[in-house]
């Protein structure tokens, strides 16, 4: 889907927050400077957090407190993949919470086969960006069936006013 402005940005974040139930795992992928923590900080809100949500950048992973746990991370700068042994991760991707990958291509090999995938690509403006959102498994299909329903139903328009 193309998006044109970072209001856009935050509702798409806040309409996939508002779906999402627990246990889910978000695996999102971009340049440096896509949107990545901005999307994290809109699901965070459709989550009831209130908290200010920070990217991890330096501490690889932070938690919030809402409707549903969030454990955010950020893997651009783990060294090598027994980092992630290393601080748990598996208590934190198979949890009730909702557990978000920023850089996930970094950390492939061990991010579960069920997930919802997001990549975001900047476009040719400041604010435009390309947001493809794929989910893998059942559950994931589901939650892009209820995100193209809620698209459906406010048209791309009704995106600036949720």
């Known amino acids: 889907m193309n998006i044109d402005s970072i ?3 935050e509702n798409l974040g806040l309409m996939i927050g508002k779906l999402l139930k627990g246990g889910e795992v978000i695996c999102m992928t971009g340049d440096l400077g896509a949107g ?5 900080q809109s699901i965070a809100k459709g989550l009831d957090i209130e908290d200010y949500v920070t990217s991890p950048t330096f501490t690889i992973i932070n938690e919030y407190k809402g409707r549903c746990d969030l454990y955010h991370f950020d893997v651009y700068r783990i060294g090598d993949i027994e980092e992630m042994y290393d601080l748990g991760y598996e208590e934190y991707f198979y949890s009730d ?3 978000i990958i920023e850089w996930a291509d970094i950390i492939e090999e061990i991010l579960p086969d ?3 995938n997001i990549t975001i ?3 040719d403006y400041m604010d435009s960006r390309e ?4 989910g893998k498994g059942d559950k994931y299909s589901n939650i892009i069936k209820e995100l193209e329903e809620l698209f459906e139903a406010i048209g791309k328009k009704g995106v600036e006013r949720i």
């Not at 947001?131 to 794929?134: A, F, L, Q, W, Y």
């Open 7 to 9: 209001k856009e940005t």
């Open 36 to 40: 990545k923590t901005t999307l994290t």
């Open 97 to 99: 919470g909702v557990a």
């Open 114 to 116: 069920e997930r919802l």
């Open 121 to 123: 690509s900047k476009k």
């Open 131 to 134: 947001i493809t959102i794929e």
